[in-house]
């Protein structure tokens, strides 16, 4: 798929942007803080309908401006799509399609499918666990769309039981059982003045909520082992290979468990996407950490706690790998990520933001020979120099926020 | 900004729910346009309302008298129970025709967010209602939401000891929402396929 147009009214920088687009490679060229991220990002986001730079929304919306609206036109096998999203922070955003409403904008998420490699993929590698996760629930919304409202549901969860176990730690710790006086004998017998009562209806839609999330994400690190040790060959011949491992707080059955690390891979079990078994043992998970949790009123198991491990050789890739490898190890994960949703139909297109004056020469040369035959590439780039020759293409000029083409 | 009681108004009724600063002013204007008398008509409702409308005693739906109309109608199945979560609940499902027992309405869902628990709903009065042993089956209407759903576990829960059938709406309603965006041919469909609560 490419995109043919894409116009902005409101977004970061831009009162108003309009440019039509090609199949091929596109390079945005401009210096620093001119607006060059601010185009490729308003893709970004109606592909996912999240930034990859900010948490929230607001920053996207033009300071003095009350919502954001990007368009774009997809073609995707000569068919000819308008995606129009509307950004209100703190609202639900609004989504067109061909400029009848979507429902729900959330639904308008998948229309266009991007692949974005930014400076802040280095965090994947170098960061907190929440980067990682946070690729791998990414994906899997981009593959399955439906798993937006998964990921919504099980944070909505966490949220609820939260609430309770700090209201009960509270109790707690004030002396108070948090139970009212009874005289209904079947209501007091089940304990429903006690804040606890309801824990446990939250503990089942936690496992349940989660189970889904853990055995998609176990069967997508499948699937991914392989193209992200090929990527990574490409890029780092001589290093040690690339390998990924799941880590889950679930207490693991798995052969290497006893590693000392107090988690197991979840990756091995006998069949470790199993949902039910999943729902089962995230069940008896919380059983047995419920009066640590109830002590700190924070969720302790569960896929929020998880990390995928990165690992190069026999060492961790976190602390132990080069600048470099770590870089061929961020651009790996990102060119597997590009591989999957080749493999599912319709090839993504491609989002290279400022990440060649990042790379040495031999690396900045592999990647430029993976991605120029893809469908759609777009470039950002402080330099023209810093757009490899072997990704000419047509060029647009980024200076105070106004964009024109130059090739 | 108007002369002080048309501001105050539209400010009054920019507060309800569903309507904008927009919706306000142009029904401020509308009233402002009206014939005095039906202007009057109106104000009347809305004191009326107030002072007449209440909670039945039995159910918590809102009623004329102690009881509501659907609570009085003799002709309802006493053997089955409709939990919902509001009033307006009821009147969603009364429009499908699809169900001729009695309803309860528990005036919310469990949200510890909000600060919600079962202690805060009339789940109490449920149980007190379940209590002689006439009723034998327990249809949860909750929201098809995540509160919903787990008040709906949570009721399953409760009244497990007690034997009697607890079934949920069928899926097919639109997950997320609320019962009453549900159009009338879906919820019938939904009232009809319902499935057993299993706990
Ligand atoms: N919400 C916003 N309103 C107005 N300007 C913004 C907003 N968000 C970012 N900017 C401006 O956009 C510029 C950064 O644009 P960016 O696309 O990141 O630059 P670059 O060309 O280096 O990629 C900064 O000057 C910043 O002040
Ligand atoms: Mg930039
Ligand atoms: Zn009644």
Excluded at chain 1, 109 to 122: I, N, Q, S, Y
Excluded at chain 1, 211 to 228: G, K, T
Excluded at chain 1, 309 to 326: I, K, N, Q, T
Excluded at chain 2, 98 to 123: C, K, M, N, Q, T
């Amino acid at each position: 798929m490419y995109v043919a147009h894409l116009s902005l009214t409101d977004f970061r920088s831009y009162d108003t942007a309009d440019l039509g687009l090609e199949p091929g490679v596109t390079a945005f060229v401009g210096p620093n803080g001119q607006g060059k991220t601010n185009l490729v990002e308003a893709l970004g986001y109606v592909a996912t309908q999240s930034s990859h730079r900010v948490a929230t929304d607001a920053p996207l919306v033009r300071h003095g401006a009350a919502r954001a609206i990007v368009r774009c036109v997809v073609v995707r096998d000569d068919r000819r799509a308008l995606v129009e999203l509307e950004i209100n922070p703190g609202k639900a955003n609004r989504a067109r399609l061909n400029r009848s409403p979507i429902s729900r904008a959330r639904d308008a998420v998948g229309l266009l499918r991007t692949v974005l490699f930014a400076p802040e993929d280095l965090a994947m590698v170098k960061g907190d666990p929440s980067e990682r996760r946070r690729y791998l629930d990414d994906l899997l919304v981009a593959r399955t769309p439906r798993f937006a409202g998964v990921r919504a549901d099980y944070d909505r969860v966490l949220k609820q039981r939260g609430a309770l176990l700090r209201t009960a730690a509270q109790a707690r710790r004030g002396g108070r059982s948090g139970r009212r006086a009874e005289n209904d004998a079947g209501f007091a017998a089940a304990g429903a003045g006690d804040p606890l009562s309801t824990l446990e209806v939250w503990d089942a839609h936690l496992a349940r909520y989660g189970a889904e999330l853990l055995a998609a994400r176990l069967e997508l690190v499948e699937a991914l082992r392989p193209l992200v040790a090929a990527s990574y060959a490409a890029l780092a011949p001589d290093s040690a290979p690339a390998g990924l491992v799941y880590r889950g707080t679930l207490p693991g059955d798995a052969p290497d468990a006893g590693d000392g690390e107090g988690a197991a891979d979840t990756g091995h079990g006998a069949d470790p996407a199993d949902r039910s078994v999943l729902e089962k043992r995230l069940r008896e998970a919380l059983a047995e950490v419920r009066s640590a949790e109830l002590e700190r009123g924070v969720t302790l198991v569960g896929p929020h706690r998880d990390d995928l491990f990165l690992g190069l050789g026999d060492l961790p890739a976190r602390g132990y790998a080069s600048h470099g490898e770590s870089w061929s190890f961020a651009l790996a994960l990102r060119l597997a990520a590009y591989d999957l949703l080749r493999a599912d139909g319709g090839d993504p297109v491609l989002i290279l933001d400022d990440v060649f004056a990042e790379l040495d020469s031999r690396r900045r040369r592999r990647l430029a020979e993976i991605v120029a035959p893809a469908e759609q590439v777009l470039i950002t780039a402080a330099v023209p120099a810093d757009v490899p020759p072997e990704l000419a293409g047509a060029r647009f000029d980024v200076t105070e926020g106004s964009v024109g083409r130059v090739r | 900004m108007y002369e002080g009681v048309l501001q105050n108004l539209i400010d009054e009724l920019g507060m309800l729910p569903g309507v904008g600063p927009k919706s306000a002013q142009r029904i401020a204007f509308h009233l402002l346009a009206a014939e005095p008398a039906d202007v009057k008509r109106l104000a009347h409702a809305l004191l009326e309302v107030k002072d007449k409308v209440r909670f039945c005693r039995v159910c918590g739906n809102v009623a004329a008298e102690e009881e509501c109309r659907i609570c009085r109608d003799t002709r309802r199945d006493t053997h089955v129970i409709c939990v919902v979560e509001e009033s307006k609940d009821v009147v969603a499902i009364e429009k499908t025709r699809e169900f001729r027992g009695r309803y309860h309405v528990l005036g919310g869902a469990i949200s510890p967010i909000d600060g919600v628990g079962p202690d805060d709903l009339r789940i109490r009065e449920l149980m007190t209602r379940l209590a002689d042993g006439r009723v034998t089956e327990l249809i949860i209407a909750t929201d098809p939401n995540l509160e919903g759903e787990a008040t709906a576990t949570y009721l399953a829960r409760l009244v497990k000891p007690m034997g009697l059938k607890v079934t949920r709406l069928a899926s097919g309603l639109p997950v997320g929402g609320d019962l009453e965006y549900a159009d009338e041919v879906t919820l019938g469909r939904a009232f009809e396929g319902r499935r057993l609560l299993d706990v």
